[in-house]
Each structure stands twice: as structure tokens, then as C-alpha cells.
């Protein structure tokens, strides 16, 4: 298998933080790694340097054996780079099915007024319908971003995302906030893109993770603390400190506000670790 994308030696400093520290990664092509760590371990910078939002301070990005380290983030994507972000990034007063049709005619590159060619215009109808019900959100498509859930705004960033026909699909943190029920319908869309499109996902809830991923990346201080299958990565005695004590404190893990907390109990799931409710209950507010 070549690898459609390959990050080496990445380092990206904010002032003295050094947020990523020579991060080397691989992705074949057809795989789903997961990205996980810590909050503040990186996972959303990588992703920013990978999409081309941030400049490295240092290394490279190939995509499809293309150094685009230069490239900005739209020429990126017409190489076959798409993304999600960690927040929504959707036109609230627009419906659903707007939103989905403006990413499908910036690819194909279509002004929409009543001199475009029909033809045109039912290809980008087509696409933009197709979308929909990949992500299962056709019966929505009349609805405003502002009517609908949480767990289908999410839905509608994936169906934005695909409409630009990725090759290489960033996830970030695609179930954030989302009910179990919501999380429950994540996986099942993800699980059904299409097997050749290639994800990488950043996750903190365990249960997506071992749904979803072929292997892992554990981030840590900007590093790259261990990779490997999900059952290697689980065993792994330098995640397990991390996650689970010796390194607590400097991981940033358990902090005094309620979300550490909250990634810390679906942390702890990797490794199957201590009762989290105990230190929840000592730590939490
Ligand atoms: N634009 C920025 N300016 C300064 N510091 C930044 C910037 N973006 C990120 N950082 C810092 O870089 C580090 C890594 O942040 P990043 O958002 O990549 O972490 P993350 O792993 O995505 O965390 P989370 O799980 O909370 O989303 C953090 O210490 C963060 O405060
Ligand atoms: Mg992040």
C-alpha cells in the first residue's frame, strides 16, 4: 500500500510551546488511523498543519506523494483533502441543502444564476442529493442549520466535507457533545463512507475509536508517544502512565475544569483503567 499522506518531522511552535515536537506519521491509502492524547497534546494543530491552515515551523506534508507544505488549505483540497472541524463550521441561516450545494459547485467551479446551463445544474442537484443521503440527512434538506440537532449539525459537516470528492477525509472530533444515541449514529455514517476514502480522526471517546479505527497515534506533548493496532496501543506501558497516573499532572489530563475530566473517563476506557468516578468525584466541581 503507498501512503496517500506522510507528515515528517512536523515541529510547530507557539512562541516558546512547542505544540508539535517532530511529529512523523504515515497514512496508507484505505486506512482510518485514529489521532488520541491529551487535551493540549496537539491532535488539532496537527490537523491545522495538515489541512494547511498552519504553517510548520519546521517539516514537511505530502499528500499523495506531493510535498503541499506550501500549499494553502483550497489547494489542498482540490488534491483531495478534506476536513471537519473541531466546531461547527456551517451558514446557520442556510438550509441544509444549500449548505452541501455551495461546497458541491466550488468544486465544479458553477455560478448559480439563470444563465447556467441546466445541465450544470442537475449535476450539482445530483451531487448535492447524494450527499445528503450518505449522511442521511436527505429528509432534512429544507431544514436551517439553526433547526436542527447538535448530532446532525455534525452529520451536515461530514456531507459538506464529502461534496468536495476527498480522498484523504480529517475528522475532528466528529462525536464531540453528542448524545450516545447521536455518537451511536457517528459510527454507523462513518462505518459506511465509502472503503476508499481514507480517514484520520481525532477522538476522545474510546468506544468511536476501537468502532472505527484500523490503528492509532497517541499524542503526548506534541510528540508521538505510541502507535500501533488498538489492542497494541492499549497494552502500551507509556500510554497506560499517561493516562492512568505516573504522568497525571504533566500531561494535563486531570485539571480542575469539568472537560478534562470528561476526556479523562473516556480515556481511562482505553486502558481499562482505575475507577475515574473517584477521582471525578475528588477533582470535579
Ligand atoms: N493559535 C494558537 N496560539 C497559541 N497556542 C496555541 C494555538 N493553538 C494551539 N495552541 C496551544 O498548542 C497546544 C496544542 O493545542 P491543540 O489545540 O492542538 O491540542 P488538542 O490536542 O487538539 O487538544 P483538545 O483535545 O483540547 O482539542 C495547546 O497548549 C494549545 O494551547
Ligand atoms: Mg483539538
Known amino acids: 500500500m503507498t501512503d496517500l499522506l506522510r507528515v515528517e518531522h512536523v515541529e510547530?511552535?507557539?512562541?516558546?510551546?512547542?505544540?508539535?515536537?517532530?511529529?512523523?506519521?504515515?497514512v496508507a491509502t484505505r486506512e482510518?488511523?485514529?489521532?488520541?492524547?491529551?487535551?493540549?497534546?496537539?491532535?488539532?494543530?496537527?490537523?491545522?498543519?495538515?489541512?494547511?491552515?498552519l504553517s510548520p515551523t519546521s517539516g514537511r506534508v505530502l499528500l499523495g506523494g506531493e510535498?503541499?507544505?506550501?500549499?494553502?488549505?483550497?489547494?489542498?483540497?482540490?488534491r483531495g483533502l478534506g476536513r471537519t472541524f473541531q466546531k461547527n463550521n456551517l451558514f446557520l441561516g442556510l438550509s441544509v441543502f444549500e449548505n452541501v450545494r455551495l461546497a458541491v459547485q466550488r468544486r465544479h467551479g458553477v455560478s448559480w444564476n439563470a444563465f447556467s446551463p441546466a445541465?450544470?445544474?442537475?449535476?450539482?442537484?445530483?451531487?448535492?442529493?447524494?450527499?445528503?443521503?450518505?449522511v442521511r440527512l436527505r429528509d432534512r434538506a429544507g431544514a436551517t442549520v439553526r433547526e436542527l440537532s447538535y448530532g446532525e449539525q455534525r452529520q451536515l459537516e461530514v456531507a459538506v466535507a464529502l461534496a468536495c470528492r476527498p480522498r484523504l477525509l480529517l475528522l475532528d472530533e466528529p462525536t464531540a457533545g453528542m448524545s450516545p444515541a447521536e455518537?451511536?449514529?457517528?459510527?454507523?455514517?462513518?462505518?459506511?463512507?465509502?472503503?476508499?476514502?481514507?480517514?484520520l480522526i481525532i477522538e476522545h471517546d474510546m468506544d468511536v475509536v476501537f468502532a472505527l479505527a484500523d490503528r492509532i497515534v497517541v499524542l503526548h506533548h506534541g510528540e508521538v508517544l505510541?502507535?500501533?493496532r488498538p489492542e497494541e496501543v492499549r497494552k502500551n506501558p507509556r500510554v497506560m502512565a499517561v493516562y492512568l497516573g505516573t504522568d497525571v499532572t504533566a500531561s494535563g489530563l486531570v485539571g480542575a475544569d469539568g472537560v478534562k475530566l470528561a476526556d479523562c473517563h473516556s480515556l481511562a476506557d482505553l486502558v481499562g483503567g482505575p475507577p475515574i468516578e473517584g477521582e471525578r468525584g475528588a477533582l470535579g466541581p
Open 226 to 228: 505510541a502507535e500501533g
Open 12 to 26: 510547530r511552535h507557539f512562541g516558546g510551546l512547542r505544540a508539535l515536537n517532530g511529529v512523523d506519521l504515515a
Open 32 to 53: 482510518r488511523l485514529a489521532v488520541i492524547g491529551p487535551n493540549g497534546a496537539g491532535k488539532t494543530t496537527l490537523f491545522n498543519v495538515i489541512a494547511g491552515e
Open 119 to 134: 445541465a450544470s445544474h442537475r449535476t450539482v442537484m445530483a451531487e448535492t442529493t447524494e450527499q445528503l443521503d450518505t
Open 183 to 199: 455518537t451511536v449514529g457517528m459510527i454507523d455514517l462513518v462505518k459506511g463512507l465509502p472503503p476508499d476514502l481514507t480517514l
Open 67 to 78: 510535498d503541499v507544505t506550501r500549499r494553502r488549505p483550497d489547494q489542498r483540497a482540490v
